[in-house]
C-alpha cells in the first residue's frame, strides 16, 4: 500500500484513500492512500535537501542518469504500456507510442539542454532548486516525462503531483527512475488529489511545472501572484480551430476527411490540440466532405480491442461532461450531423460527435469558448478564407490550429494571421514535434514553452565578465574617476 516516495523511501500515505479505475472496465486498478501535508512538507524538504549535491554534480553525471532512465523504459516499455492501457484507456498501441516518446524525450532534452543552456567563458546556466511538477492524466507518461527530465538535466530536484486519476503510471515511472540511480531526495512522489497540490504550492518551492486546463492553470497563476521568484511554467489547452478552404477538388475529400479524424478524434478527442472547430469555407464539396466525414466516423473501430481507433474517455464525469457539451450545442440551435452517444455496455467510451454550429455563430446565441475535452466537434461554414481566418481567431485561447488548403496564398496568410503556437498545414493538429517548442498564447500558456524549450525555464541564465587577475583590469579613464 506504499505510494507515496519521499528521500527514496516508499511509504503509505496518511492521507485518505484513492482508487483509479480502469475507464473500459470500471474496475479498480490501483487503491492506495493520498499523501498528508506533513507528507509533502516533507517532500520538498528532502528535495531541498537533495538539491545541494545534485546541481553541483556534473553535467556528464546527470545525463549518465537520465539516459539510463531510458534504458529502463526501453527494457519495461510493453509493460509500462500495459499500466496505461488499464488506467487510461488507450489501446495498446497507443500506450506504447507514449512510452517510445518518453524514451525519445531523454536525447531531444540532452541536445535542447547543450544548445539552449550550455556554458561558455561569459555565460552560465543555473539550476532553479526544488521544482514542483504537476501531471495529467491524457498523456500520464510523456507530458510529466517532458519537465522531468530537462528539470533534472539541469540540476533541479522534484516532487512530482501527478493525476489523482493516473496514480498507477506515476508510481510505476518513479519505481524506473528509482532504479536509473537517481540519488536520495533528487525525485520525490507524492499522491493526491486537489489538497495535495494545494498543500505542494504552499510549500517553499522555487518553481511549479504545469500540465492542464485552463481553468486550474488560472488559478495557480493567481496563487503565486506576488512570489515572482518562483518560475512558472504552465502548459494549458485549447479551442482548436481546424480551417478547410475552398481549394480542394474532390480527389482530396478522402484525404481531408482522414486529416479531420486524426485531428479530432485521436486519443478520444483527450489531446490538447486536438481540433475542436472545424471551419469549412462553404464550395461544391463541402456536402460531399461532410458526409464522407460522418460516415468514416461511423466506421472507426471502438471496441476496445488491439486495434481500436481510440478507447475510452477518462472518467464518468469526462463522459457525462461531453454529452452536455453536445446537448448545450444543440439547445443553443446546432444541428447534430453525428450524434455522441456511449458505446458499449461498460466503460466510458464516446463515439464521435458532429454539430453544425454555423447558425449559432451567426445568430444572436453566443458558443461558450471552452475546450470539450473529448471526441466532440463543432462544424461551422463560412463564406470565404477571411471570415473563416477571423473565426479562428475568435478565441481566448491560443495552443493549436490547422489549414487542409493547396492555395499557397492561404498558407502564407494563415501562418502569419493565425494566433497559436503550434500549427499545422495539410497535416494533423494532433501531433507536434518534441524538437520544436510546445505551447500557446493567450488562456493556453504563459510564454512558456515545453518541448525543445523546456530548458529554457529549467535553469536560468548568469552573464560572466571575469578576468583571470587584477593585472589584468585595465581600466578605461572615466571623468571625475581618479585612476592608479
Same mark, same amino acid.
Given at each position: ?31 492506495? /492512500? ?41 527494457? /519495461? ?7 496505461? /492501457? ?98 536520495? *531526495? ?6 493526491? +488529489? ?58 482530396? #475529400? ?37 458526409? +464522407? ?49 456511449? /458505446? ?8 464521435? *460527435? ?35 481566418? +477571423? ?26 494571421? #493565425? ?19 510546445? *505551447? ?43 585612476? +592608479?
Amino acid at each position: 500500500m506504499k505510494a507515496i516516495m519521499i528521500n527514496n523511501q516508499w511509504q503509505q500515505g496518511e492521507g485518505p484513500s484513492l482508487t483509479s479505475l480502469n475507464p473500459q472496465t470500471e474496475a479498480p486498478v490501483w487503491q492506495k /492512500h493520498q499523501a498528508s501535508q506533513a507528507q509533502v512538507a516533507l517532500a520538498v524538504g528532502a528535495a531541498r535537501t537533495a538539491f545541494k549535491s545534485w546541481s553541483r554534480s556534473s553535467a556528464d553525471q546527470r545525463r549518465a542518469v537520465v539516459r539510463k532512465f531510458a534504458e529502463l523504459l526501453a527494457e /519495461h516499455k510493453t509493460e509500462l504500456a500495459t499500466v496505461i /492501457h488499464q488506467e487510461t484507456g488507450k489501446p495498446q498501441w497507443e500506450a506504447l507510442t507514449e512510452v517510445q516518446a518518453m524514451i525519445n524525450k531523454v536525447e531531444i532534452s540532452i541536445d535542447a539542454a547543450l544548445q539552449r543552456t550550455g556554458s561558455s567563458a561569459s555565460l552560465e546556466h543555473h539550476a532553479h532548486g526544488v521544482m514542483a511538477v504537476f501531471g495529467p492524466y491524457n498523456f500520464p507518461g510523456h507530458l510529466p516525462n517532458g519537465h522531468i527530465v530537462p528539470a533534472l538535466l539541469a540540476g533541479n530536484t522534484m516532487v512530482f503531483k501527478p493525476s489523482e486519476l493516473t496514480p498507477w503510471v506515476a508510481e510505476r515511472t518513479v519505481q524506473l527512475w528509482q532504479s536509473a540511480g537517481l540519488p536520495d *531526495g533528487v525525485l520525490n512522489l507524492v499522491q493526491g +488529489e486537489v489538497e495535495v497540490g494545494k498543500a505542494l504550492c504552499a510549500q517553499d518551492i522555487d518553481g511549479l511545472l504545469f500540465t492542464g486546463s485552463s481553468t486550474t492553470g488560472k488559478l495557480l497563476h493567481q496563487q503565486f501572484g506576488g512570489r515572482p521568484e518562483v518560475i512558472l511554467a504552465l502548459e494549458m489547452g485549447g479551442n482548436n480551430p481546424l480551417i478547410v478552404d475552398d481549394s480542394l477538388n474532390s480527389n482530396d #475529400i478522402g484525404k481531408a476527411a482522414d486529416l479531420i479524424i486524426r485531428s479530432a478524434f485521436i486519443s478520444a478527442g483527450q489531446r490538447c490540440t486536438c481540433a475542436r472547430r472545424l471551419i469549412l469555407v462553404e464550395n461544391k464539396s463541402t456536402a460531399a466532405l461532410l458526409n +464522407e466525414l460522418s460516415q468514416r466516423c461511423q466506421q472507426l473501430d471502438l471496441n476496445q480491442s488491439e486495434s481500436s481507433f481510440y478507447g475510452p474517455v477518462i472518467s464518468a464525469k469526462a463522459r457525462d461532461d461531453l454529452l452536455k457539451g453536445q446537448q448545450m450545442l444543440v439547445e443553443l440551435g446546432g444541428k447534430p450531423l453525428l450524434q455522441s452517444r456511449p /458505446h458499449g455496455e461498460q466503460g466510458y467510451v464516446l463515439t464521435p *460527435g458532429l454539430v453544425d454550429v454555423t447558425d449559432v455563430v451567426n445568430g444572436k446565441n453566443n458558443i461558450p469558448d471552452d475546450e470539450w475535452f473529448g471526441p466532440l466537434l463543432q462544424v461551422i461554414r463560412v463564406a470565404n478564407f477571411e471570415q473563416a481566418l +477571423e473565426i479562428a481567431n475568435r478565441t481566448r485561447f491560443g495552443l493549436a490550429a490547422g489549414l487542409v488548403s493547396n492555395s499557397s496564398d492561404h498558407q502564407r496568410d494563415f501562418k502569419q494571421g #493565425i494566433r497559436a503556437g503550434v500549427i499545422s498545414i495539410n497535416q494533423p493538429t494532433a501531433g507536434a514535434s518534441s524538437k520544436v517548442p510546445f *505551447g500557446g498564447i493567450g488562456a493556453s500558456g504563459n510564454h512558456r514553452p515545453s518541448a525543445w524549450y523546456a530548458a529554457d525555464y529549467c535553469a536560468w541564465p548568469q552573464a560572466i565578465s571575469a578576468a583571470g587577475s587584477t593585472n589584468e583590469y585595465q581600466p578605461a579613464p572615466l571623468p571625475g574617476l581618479k585612476s +592608479e
